[in-house]
């Protein structure tokens, strides 16, 4: 293999806690990306920075991971997986965020992301997506199913 074809391999990294960011990506350059990246349908960088907080948490019914992906020495997609501390009728798991760099996508990445990362929960794993998200497609390849109808109240 070449040294071109292995700088252009991405390179998945699994964080458990706070304290092992790489020199690529900080904590804040995360939220960044996640809310640049997945627009429209993004998060404020607050609730992000949270749901972080929330996957590396120590506590009870809470914790989960976040999974990196680089490419070229950049940031080339992210995933958070958060623990529900439940099961049945709510997963185990629900995939939070999950984006990979416009400039990146359509070479498998997303896909492979999220598999990996689904091999690293124990029990069911849920998400929310949009209805016109075109990822809704991936998702459903990779064997989500539709099952519920979300609907809140709003104050």
């Known amino acids: 293999m070449s040294e071109e074809q292995t700088e252009a391999t991405p390179q998945y990294l699994l964080l458990r806690d706070d304290n092992n960011w790489p020199d690529w990506c900080s904590r804040a350059q995360l939220v960044d990306f996640l809310h640049t990246t997945m627009k429209p ?18 506590e009870k019914y809470a914790g989960g991971f976040i999974m990196l992906v680089e490419m070229q020495g950049r940031l080339a997609g992210a995933l958070a997986m958060l623990n529900t501390g ?49 990822a809704k497609r991936l998702y459903e390849r990779l064997g989500f199913e539709h099952v519920y109808d979300e609907m809140r109240y709003k104050r």
Do not use: W
């Open 41 to 58: 349908y993004e998060d404020q960088p607050a609730d992000i920075d949270n749901a972080i907080t929330y996957a590396f948490s120590g």
């Open 86 to 134: 439940m099961g049945g009728y709510v997963p185990e798991n629900i995939l939070l965020f999950v984006s990979v760099n416009p400039e990146m996508r359509g070479h498998g990445i997303g896909g492979e992301l999220i598999r990996r990362c689904i091999a690293q929960c124990d029990g069911q794993v849920k998400l929310h997506v949009d209805f016109g998200n075109p």
